[in-house]
């Protein structure tokens, strides 16, 4: 299961990558974010439901001008596609946590969501001290 999950993420993974190489390693510290977890949990929640419904304004709608030329409508109607075939549509939110980020500059929210089909990590990473998405990706949960 884990080779189709590679699969269909790998689209949206690349372009991420794009995005997230840049800026410094993360150092030990308090994590920080500038956004409540009700408020992270919004965009989340957001976004997957403009997943289900194919809405690329919606879906972007938080995002900072580098990650929408990194991931653009074309590429999301693409990983839509795919990504509903494997797993379904979102259904719902099940936990929200702050964790770190790779960049130094960035804080990571991770949300476990339930999708029809499978259980899987939706990962928005921000800058501390702002609330448009640098990063985006998602991994199977386990």
């Not at 130094?104 to 921000?126: G, H, Y």
Request: charged share 20%; with cysteine.
């Amino acid at each position: 299961m884990n080779t189709k999950f590679t699969t269909l993420f790998i689209l949206l993974i690349i372009a991420v990558l794009v995005t997230a190489c840049g800026g410094a390693p993360a150092s030990a510290g308090e994590v920080t974010s500038a956004l409540t977890e009700a408020e992270a949990i919004a965009i989340a929640e957001n976004a997957l439901n403009a997943l289900n419904t194919g809405d690329y304004a919606a879906w972007s709608r938080d995002w900072d001008d580098d990650l929408k030329g990194a991931i653009n409508e074309e590429a999301f109607l693409q990983y839509r596609e795919q990504a509903l075939g494997q797993v379904g549509q979102f259904q719902s939110i099940l936990s929200a946590e702050m964790a770190p980020s790779p960049r130094a500059d960035s804080v990571r929210w991770v949300f476990t969501c339930q999708f029809e089909k499978a259980k899987i990590r939706f990962i928005m990473a921000f800058p501390k001290d702002g609330k448009l998405a640098n990063t985006v990706m998602t991994e199977p949960a386990e």
